[in-house]
């Protein structure tokens, strides 16, 4: 409920392919603190640099991709 909520309010401000991607980011954050602290009996497994680096490489990429000083379309 809370993610179409969330869908129906956002796509159309910030653009469906930046929600889309920051879900992804969402996803990728938390499994990473899942397997962090080894929630829902998951092996714990130290988060690495590496995974640190592509979660915030995805952000950075919306963030580019958000203002970038493209034009948006007009709103109706």
Known sequence: MLYLTSALI?????GGITF??????GQ?????LI???GL???P???????KLAGIGLV???VLVMQFA???????Y
Do not use: N, R, Y
Not at 10 to 14: A, E, G, M, T
Not at 20 to 25: G, K, L
Not at 28 to 32: D, G, H, P, T
């Open 44 to 50: 714990k497994q130290p988060v690495q640099i590496a």
């Open 69 to 75: 000083g493209e034009k948006k379309a007009p709103k």
């Open 35 to 37: 397997e962090h602290f």
């Open 40 to 42: 829902f009996g998951m």
């Open 28 to 32: 990728l954050a938390i499994s990473a």
């Open 10 to 14: 956002l796509v159309p401000k910030i």
């Open 59 to 61: 952000i950075a990429g």
């Open 20 to 25: 889309f991607v920051m879900v992804i980011a």
